[in-house]
């Protein structure tokens, strides 16, 4: 027991080595500052359109809707961001994960090492995860530094703590969502078709929330949990139950096995 | 564990669709061993060196390194064994010293001191905090045999290591994997398509050709087979074999008008075959004393002409 967790500390410090110098960990981090910077541009028009008009954010006859500009609102707006945003950008990050070691062609090194492929594969999948929800803290806290900056009315600790309780979820939800990206990517040693997967599900997800299935569809429940799918298409979204977030965790689960086993015991030519 | 085999592969067979790559081969490979595994390319040396490192698994046959069969859970076996395998790739946003680091943590290795000696050993000192991205060929290849040697392996399997480097780089890899055989004991597997560079370095060779060990030989059979030969061009090829064969000397005809002498008393005295035929009456036009080298032994060996596509695509 002790060996396998010193090999995936080790596994884990190597993963987190690769990514401090990755250009991909600032560009998500740029991608998910730039979504609160939106949400807060969004809260700043809400506050005062006349303002924003004078100042030319918006036109001249714009019709702004969304309702007011307050923590609750603001918090409304971050979910819908995160859950949309978070599927591309979580999924990204697992395709690139994975992916990375097939278009350096450095997986050939981590086949025939006293660390097992199994525990690189799942150094990967926390690291990803890891990485996830980091980003998410990164959107709790800009989202409150905006918010405090705005002066937003409506806040409170329990406002707050319910905002941060569902991005929490909507992460891990997504992230758990995404691992399976991470598996096309090393079954297609590519990063293109992993990412034309991401599309794909998010395609199949609208198609399936209109004929009034989202609720079975797993890549559509972080949307549904947040509230994002009801903002986003205008109609009451059917409730989540056990069954939804079972499908989530076992997309997960199957992912998490798949990938290992197919590190484990597919040829790697 | 106490075999004496630091390599023994069975019955290796490996079918990618109808593309048969290798076909029943078997290796015993001794402890100190350095063997030279030649073939051109598409022979099927890759697919065996992968199949040694459990990066394939075989259709047929089972590979063992120091006794412990190749299998997935088997993962202690590669404590003692180092590999590159084609030309050796790294993180390129990482600097040389970072990959050289994960490659430690990777193999568990508790010396953290182990990277710099590495470093040191390898000559990339003015190289270790460069980005591997931008790293010469000769150094990439340097850091790809750092990464292999790190923790100072009994077994080392190196797929063409002199791809792409220069002839300096070319001597100093050479140097350096006979300096761990014979200082260190290492073990050392090299696939190559240069038969040159294998016979200046192995103790012993393989020949593969359409996936099928088709020869073994140590290096001193090598060196007799560089042969030395006269070739005698000549008009009236029938009479001069003729008079040759009343000398005793046997002679094949090569091409048209070209005879060609291996026996070593014609080799020391060229000058009495010259004399024998103008006696005779039928001068050579030429006459030339050459050194078979070896890649036309190892053309001849495995039955091919260059330019051939040697893929094996038997059914």
């Known amino acids: 027991m002790n060996i396998i967790t010193n090999e995936l500390v080790s596994a884990l410090r190597v993963e987190y080595l690769k990514i401090r110098r990755s250009k991909t960990l600032w560009l998500t981090i740029l991608a998910f500052a730039v979504l609160t910077f939106i949400g807060g541009l969004f809260m700043f028009i809400l506050k005062d359109p006349a303002r924003a008009r004078q100042l030319g954010l918006i036109g001249a006859k714009a019709q702004i809707f969304g309702g007011t500009a307050d923590w609750p609102n603001f918090f409304n707006l971050m979910f819908l961001l995160v859950s949309v945003g978070g599927l591309i950008i979580f999924g990204f990050i697992f395709v690139w994960i994975f992916g990375r070691e097939y278009s350096d062609k450095t997986y050939y090194d981590m086949l025939a090492l006293p660390t097992s492929r199994v525990t690189i594969v799942t150094a990967k999948i926390i690291t990803a995860a890891y990485w996830s929800m980091a980003l998410i803290l990164l959107v709790f806290v800009l989202s409150l530094g905006i918010g405090l900056v705005l002066q937003l009315p409506g806040g409170s600790a329990s406002v707050i703590r319910h905002g941060l309780t569902l991005l929490l979820g909507t992460g891990a939800l997504t992230a758990v969502i995404c691992i399976p990206f991470g598996f096309v990517a090393s079954f297609t040693r590519s990063y293109l078709p992993a990412v034309g997967g991401i599309f794909l599900v998010m395609v199949l997800g609208q198609i399936i929330s209109q004929i009034g299935y989202g609720q079975y569809f797993p890549w559509n429940i972080p949307m549904m949990y947040s509230g994002a799918a009801q903002a986003l298409s205008g109609k009451t979204a059917p409730p989540l139950g056990f069954v939804s977030y079972s499908l989530v965790i076992l997309v997960g689960v199957i992912a998490i096995v798949v990938t290992g086993v197919w590190w484990r015991y597919a040829d790697q030519t | ?315």
């Open chain 2, 1 to 315: 564990m106490g075999t004496s085999l630091a390599i023994e592969a069975s019955g290796l067979t490996k079918r990618f669709g109808d593309v048969l790559a290798v076909k029943d081969l078997s290796l015993n490979i001794r402890r100190g061993e350095i063997y030279g595994f030649l073939g051109l390319n598409g022979a099927g040396k890759t697919t065996t060196i992968r199949m040694l490192l459990g990066m394939i698994r075989p259709s047929a046959g089972a590979v063992s390194l120091f006794g412990t069969k190749v299998q997935p859970g088997h993962g202690r076996i590669w404590q003692q064994v180092g590999y590159m395998v084609e030309t050796p790739h790294a993180y390129p946003d990482l600097t040389v010293r970072e990959n050289l680091e994960i490659f430690r943590r990777l193999r568990q290795l508790k010396d953290a001191g182990s990277v710099e000696n590495m470093i040191g050993q390898m000559g990339l000192a003015p190289y270790a905090n460069r980005r591997a991205g931008i790293l010469s060929l000769g150094n990439a290849q340097r850091l790809g045999l750092a990464k292999a040697l790190i923790h100072h392996p009994d077994l080392l399997l190196l797929d063409e290591p002199a791809n792409g480097l220069d002839p300096a780089g070319i001597v100093e890899v050479r140097n350096l994997l006979l300096s761990l055989a014979q200082n260190d004991g290492v073990t050392i597997f090299i696939s190559s398509h240069i038969l040159s560079e294998v016979a200046r370095l192995a103790t012993r060779i393989g020949v593969v050709h359409h996936g099928q060990l088709v020869k073994e030989l140590t290096a001193a059979e090598l060196a007799e087979a560089e042969q030395q030969r006269l070739l005698v061009d000549i008009r009236d090829i029938a009479a001069a074999q003729a008079v040759l064969t009343k000398a005793g000397i046997t002679a094949r005809l090569e091409g048209k008008n070209t005879l060609v002498i291996t026996e070593k008393s014609a080799m020391q005295h060229p000058e009495k075959i010259a004399t024998l035929l103008v006696e005779a009456g039928c001068p050579p036009s030429r006459l030339v004393s050459e050194k078979k080298d070896l890649e036309t032994y190892f053309l001849e060996l495995v039955g091919t002409k260059e330019g051939t596509n040697n893929e094996y695509n038997n059914k």
